[in-house]
């Protein structure tokens, strides 16, 4: 009995992870404005305030038009219950699914199938684990050949974010500043805080035979 209802269970939940994971890690990129909810002129506007912002300054009017117009196309992903409910059912009975009993268009209904199947591959691809040890690995080469330097390596062990702290009455707030504090741009090191002058150049630390600290 609970062998059947996993077997029944499991192209649901599996489903349901799939619609989760697609909205939560990606965007869609299409030219249809139908699809997912406009940004809204509020949004729109902070946007292309964003975009101005990263621009160099000598970047041309007709360059930065482009720029904006391949990130317009940019949508955030918002699959609404009743049409993961669809989704499901379309892809479950493929071509014997009705489109027009539900109510949706079977156009829609195409690009909707595609950004499911193409994130299920994206996903299955990103989660193999021998991908991940990989990239992990290759990433770890690649920090202790270039910036991991000892400096670096012990900011990273006594940061914020890897220390518990004990004295805070409320750990909802203290975490919460902490969020806050590390989402801020240049963001001062523990030693800067200190008042202490570091050089955290891998070049430099080799070639004068550790980091130099300065009060």
Known sequence: MIFIFGVLLYPITEHSFITKAIRKFYMARTKDNTLFPELGEFRSAKLNEKIDKMLPADCSVEAGDKLKSRIYKHR???????????????????PFFCYSCCGLNKHKASKYMRLYERGEETIENELDICYIIRTLRNLNIYMKNTSMTKTVKFEIEHSKANIINLDEDSFSESSEEDESSSDQEGQKSMF?????KVSTSKVGSASEGGNKYKA
Do not use: D, N, P
């Open 192 to 196: 800067e805080e200190a008042g202490i």
């Open 76 to 94: 955030i992903i918002y699959i609404k219950t009743w049409l993961s409910i669809q989704m499901f059912f379309a892809k479950l009975l493929g």
